[in-house]
């Protein structure tokens, strides 16, 4: 079982950048497929970025060219790196681990959630 614990959300202007960190606890977390979804008032959960067992990194349009995933399984944690931050990106951040093989934005396809951390993208 694991326990995920993310952080490094924060208030920033547009154009900014912020890196969330998603820090795991628990045995084999290099086994596991890792996701980041995030969720605006009012919205659905929409996965963001994810990186699977065996699958390169995936990340939804609106965040390509500006966020990336990366994992250091020595230090049981996973980031998203996010650059050039809209107003849009604003949302509670979640990251998730699952067994899945291959990259998913699929909520069911993750076991294993943290609690969020807020991201306020705003001048």
């Known amino acids: 079982q694991l326990q995920l614990v993310e952080s490094g959300g924060g208030l920033v202007q547009p154009g900014g950048s912020l890196r969330l960190s998603c820090a795991a606890s628990?045995?084999?977390?290099?086994?596991?497929?890792i996701g980041w979804f995030r969720q605006a008032p009012g919205k659905e959960r929409e996965g963001v970025s994810c990186m699977g067992r065996i699958s390169l990194p995936a990340n939804t349009d609106s965040v390509k060219g500006r966020f990336t995933i990366s994992r250091d399984n020595a230090k049981n944690t996973v980031y998203l790196q996010m650059n050039s931050l809209k107003p849009e990106d604003t949302a509670v951040y979640y990251c998730?681990?699952?067994?899945?093989?291959?990259?998913?934005?699929?909520?069911?396809?993750?076991?294993?959630w943290g609690q969020g951390t807020q991201v306020t993208v705003s001048s």
């Open positions: 628990g045995f084999g977390f290099y086994s596991y497929s």
């Open positions: 998730a681990a699952g067994r899945e093989n291959y990259c998913s934005a699929r909520a069911s396809a993750y076991d294993y």
